[in-house]
């Protein structure tokens, strides 16, 4: 089975700075998708970034980037002159093989932008 | 525009009641699944649907029942075998078989004990 951990609880940046976020995950699979999916107070679960693990390349999108390392099986994502409203929970995700495409999630990270 | 609608937004439930918590999605999305979100675990897969008619036990099974007479319908029943059902629910579809597609999430269900 596969598993995902963030080991971060709670973190906290200052607006416009850069912030990291961790993710490790456990596979014996060599084709997957990762995900990460923010969720602001109003609770909806939002798309992120995603990262194809046949792909050596990090994804990015505007402000956000990930560090991927498949022999590590870490997948961080870096926020980039934060905004206010980057505040909400971040949950990592992971799909194995298979046509279920059935999602395991991290327990999150809340990360909190402060002026 | 397309979308996952949730109904109620908020549920309370009575001892020994079973309460059912509806799911609608207008995507043409052939999958379809039920997450619980409880606070420091994460969202954890209850019940998912890659056709009509047809569903699979996620990791968290217990004590609910589903079913799928529509494509775009995926109600959730919390059965009285749920002993501790107070939890955030969570909808979501997707494209069946696209693993790099995201799964598209509703605005959720607060179900909570009187």
């Known amino acids: ?115 | 525009d397309g979308g996952i609608t949730q109904s109620p937004k908020y549920l309370f439930r009575k001892e020994g009641q079973n309460v059912t918590l509806s799911c609608e999605q207008n995507l043409n999305h052939d999958a379809m699944y039920w997450y619980r979100q409880d606070p420091g675990q994460g969202l954890r897969l209850i019940y998912y649907s890659q056709i009509v008619n047809d569903f699979q036990k996620g990791d968290i099974a217990e004590g609910y029942s589903v079913s799928r007479e529509k494509k775009e319908s995926f109600p959730l029943t919390v059965t009285s075998a749920q002993k501790n059902p107070t939890a955030f629910y969570l909808c979501a579809s997707s494209q069946q078989g696209a693993r790099n597609q995201p799964q598209h999430f509703g605005d959720g269900t607060r179900l909570s004990i009187l």
Do not use: H
């Open chain 1, 1 to 115: 089975a596969q598993t995902v951990t963030q080991s971060q609880p709670e973190m906290s940046v200052q607006e416009a700075e850069t912030v990291t976020l961790s993710c490790t995950y456990d596979t014996s699979e060599s084709n997957y998708y990762l995900f990460w999916y923010k969720q602001p107070p109003s609770r909806q679960m939002i798309l992120v970034i995603r990262q194809e693990a046949y792909k050596q390349q990090n994804a990015t999108e505007n402000r956000f980037s990930v560090n991927f390392q498949k022999a590590a099986k870490s997948f961080s994502l870096k926020i980039s002159d934060s905004q206010l409203g980057d505040t909400a929970m971040y949950f990592c995700a992971f799909i194995g093989p298979g046509t279920a495409s059935k999602l395991t999630f991290g327990t999150g990270t809340r990360l909190q932008v402060t002026l």
